[in-house]
């Protein structure tokens, strides 16, 4: 049996469409949909369409979901904050079928094989350790490449090293059954073995921020007695997907977030949170300590964004 694990598409159909060709190409035989899929590039309604029309297919929800359920209880006049617009967008462009089903899909999810189970989720928690943080956190990883970046061979091996030399996370990684475990929500491509188990993040199919802007998946191959991680990267027009985003509604809508995310498509570098580190720092500077920030914030942040800084 074989699996494709896809993960954080954020509304970028070009991307997600070229991962399924790739998919289909190295013979899947079923798709396993990790959570965020809206959100980010402004085709959230139309990438809804396809992954329901995935089959067979095992989808849960992630924190984006999230997000857009707390919406869906809210009154469209409190979406105010323009740090906000992004989710704000992505609520407002889809069909109230596909916001419907969103917002229901589980948390998590149980695959059965043989006699291993694949378990599904959005995030792990032993990812999130402070002594791990270089290797998982996005603001933390994006610091090490810019100061000593690596390869993603040395990534692999030192992100693997990180996590069995913490206790925290150690400790969580053998509490767990013998059995495999699948996650996304930092955009990190990744997997790792230990002890019969077995670890994979897809990284993200649409918003790639770990220097290679390519579309991540990751195929799994079952067997009765083993298992085989392929990590890919699938080629697609950047800059297509670029002019479609800047001609887009969306991009009339939040020109800001707009460039960032166009700028962090074009590099894989982590535009989104720099932004977003930048913008607390604002409110502090002003004596706000507010979130989500003010809109007062807001624009004396853009004003003072300097992207040439990420």
């Known amino acids: 049996m074989k699996y494709a694990i896809i993960s954080d598409i954020h509304g970028n159909l070009p991307a997600f469409k070229a991962v399924l060709e790739d998919a289909k190409a190295q013979n899947a035989d079923m798709y ?4 965020d899929y809206t959100s980010g590039y402004p085709w959230g309604n139309d990438v809804t369409e396809v992954i329901r029309g995935l089959s067979p297919a ?3 929800g992630g924190n984006g979901e999230g997000y857009l359920s707390d919406l869906r209880q809210r009154n469209e006049t409190d979406f105010s904050h323009n740090q906000f617009k992004p989710v704000y967008w992505a609520y407002r462009s889809l069909t109230a079928d596909n916001i419907k089903y969103l917002t229901e899909l589980p948390e998590t999810a149980v695959v059965p094989h043989v006699n291993d189970k694949i378990h599904l989720s959005h995030t792990v928690s032993m990812v999130h350790h402070k002594q791990v943080a270089d ?3 996005p603001h933390n990883f ?7 970046p690596i390869t993603h061979d040395e990534y692999l091996i030192r992100a693997k090293e990180a996590l069995l030399s913490c206790p925290k996370a150690l400790a969580e990684i053998n509490a767990e059954p013998k059995e495999i475990y699948l996650f996304g929500h930092n955009h990190i491509q990744f997997h790792m073995e230990h002890d019969g188990r077995l670890f ?4 993200s199919c649409g918003d790639a921020i770990d220097w290679n802007p390519t579309a991540a998946y990751t195929l799994l191959t079952c067997t009765d007695e083993s298992w085989a991680v392929k990590e890919r990267r699938i080629q697609y027009d950047l800059n297509i997907v670029a002019n479609g985003l800047k001609t887009s509604g969306f991009s009339a809508y939040s020109p800001m977030w707009s460039e960032i995310i166009r700028l962090q ?3 894989a570098k982590n535009y989104f949170y720099q932004f977003v580190i930048h913008l607390i720092e604002t409110g502090k500077k002003l004596g706000h300590d507010e979130y989500p920030v003010s809109n007062d914030v807001w624009d004396t942040a853009v004003k003072s964004w300097d992207a040439n800084q990420v």
């Open 142 to 148: 994006h610091i090490m490449m810019t100061s000593a």
């Open 265 to 267: 498509l074009l590099t």
């Open 135 to 137: 290797f998982f956190n």
């Open 58 to 60: 095992v989808v849960i």
């Open 200 to 203: 994979i993040n897809p990284g």
């Open 32 to 35: 396993l949909l990790l959570g």
